[in-house]
Nanobody
Framework: EVQLVESGGGLVQAGGSLRLSCAAS???????????IGWFRQAPGKERDGVSC????????TYAASTKGRFTISRDKAKNAGYLRMNNLKPEDTAVYFC????????????????????WGQGTQVTVSS
């Protein structure tokens, strides 16, 4: 069974940092040729939005405008995990953060379209206080 589990969320003051992890089980990220990893977030009463993604090959990254320069996405195929480093956090970053995998025929590509991703974790809460 394919499973993604996020961790690393919590409560942090504005300007602080967190590192989210996404552990994969039931499959190997190394075997998922063409599968990008995406991070998404959903605040109460709002739609789920893309935060960042990293392609299957060559680690090509994409960021939402609101997170560019503050967030860094990475993947470690040896550890079968993905990460999202979040710096200079703002209260508007408060949300439940989800990781997901999605297939792209071009393995050097990814985007932040929610409907492109078909395996999702359960989410981890990030709360940023002002």
């Amino acid at each position: 069974e394919v499973q993604l589990v996020e961790s690393g969320g919590g409560l942090v003051q504005a300007g602080g940092s967190l590192r989210l992890s996404c552990a994969a089980s039931g499959f190997s990220l190394d075997d998922l040729d063409g599968y990008a990893i995406g991070w998404f977030r959903q605040a109460p009463g709002k739609e789920r939005d893309g935060v960042s993604c990293i392609s299957s090959s060559d680690g090509i990254t994409t960021y939402a405008a609101s997170t560019k320069g503050r967030f860094t996405i990475s993947r470690d195929k040896a550890k079968n995990a993905g990460y999202l480093r979040m710096n200079n956090l703002k209260p508007e970053d408060t949300a439940v953060y989800f990781c997901a995998t999605g297939y792209y025929t071009d393995s050097q590509r990814c985007d932040l379209a929610v409907n492109k991703y078909d395996n999702w974790g359960q989410g981890t809460q990030v709360t940023v206080s002002s």
